[in-house]
């Protein structure tokens, strides 16, 4: 298995700031992605985290707005900029060993945008 | 497009009852279905995948290709099986996922 850590756990920002997330894996993972989860809605994929290269974003979302790093096999982070109420979610880290195997979760990161 | 529909928000049902959470998909290329369970303050896990047609904690889930589903069951509820079930459609070799809305399960003494 692989352990999920994400930071913060939550937050309240103010409208036009910019928050980082950063996940953290106990191993190294192949494959990392960011999810965020609307209000009573289910999870959506923002994007592939790529190690060493430009994260592949899903339609409508734009790096512009959810800029990604991942610098190793074991760490990434996501931007959420020049926020909005409408940023207002829950982020999901999540990472998978290998192609085809189980992907794990954070615990989420709790964002409201004032 | 790739979907998944999971058409009830919230299944009631007395311990002790048979439980069907539905989930249908739709996905032009070979799929690759999960269910996946969050427990009250707990992170999202993997339940089960359909690719290894095992029962985890009695449930069990079978891909029909010709209805494209794959519903969850289990013959008898417990109250710890209490939670939010989200099926999902794995693409991509299987990583990259694609959600339902979800099922909130509310199994009652």
């Known amino acids: 298995s692989a352990v999920i850590s994400q930071k913060p756990s939550r937050d309240i920002c103010q409208r036009g700031t910019s928050l980082t997330i950063q996940c953290q894996v106990d191993?190294?993972?192949?494959?990392m992605f960011w999810y965020r989860q609307q209000p009573g809605q289910s999870l959506t994929l923002i994007a592939t985290?790529?190690?060493?290269?430009?994260?592949?974003?899903e339609s409508g979302f734009v790096i512009d707005k959810f800029p990604i790093s991942r610098p190793n096999l074991t760490f990434s982070t996501l931007t959420v900029s020049n926020m909005s109420p409408e940023d207002s979610s829950i982020y999901l880290c999540?990472?998978?060993?290998?192609?085809?195997?189980?992907?794990?979760f954070g615990q989420g990161t709790r964002l409201t945008v004032v | 497009a790739q979907r998944v529909t999971q058409p009830e928000k919230l299944l009631s049902v007395f311990k002790g009852a048979p439980v069907e959470l539905k989930c249908n998909y739709s996905y032009s290329g070979s799929p690759e279905l999960f269910w996946y369970v969050q427990y009250s303050r707990q992170r999202l896990q993997l339940l089960l995948r359909?690719?290894s047609r095992e029962s985890i904690k009695g449930f069990t889930a079978d891909l029909n290709k010709g209805e494209t589903s794959f519903h969850l069951k289990k013959p008898f509820a417990q109250e710890e099986d209490s939670a939010m079930y989200y099926c999902?459609?794995?693409?991509?070799?299987?990583?990259?996922?694609?959600f339902g809305a979800g099922t909130i399960l509310r199994v009652k003494s």
């Open positions: 999902a459609l794995g693409t991509r070799g299987g990583n990259k996922l694609v």
């Open positions: 359909h690719i």
């Open positions: 999540s990472a998978n060993r290998d192609t085809n195997t189980e992907a794990f």
């Open positions: 191993s190294q993972v192949t494959m």
């Open positions: 985290a790529n190690q060493g290269s430009e994260a592949t974003y």
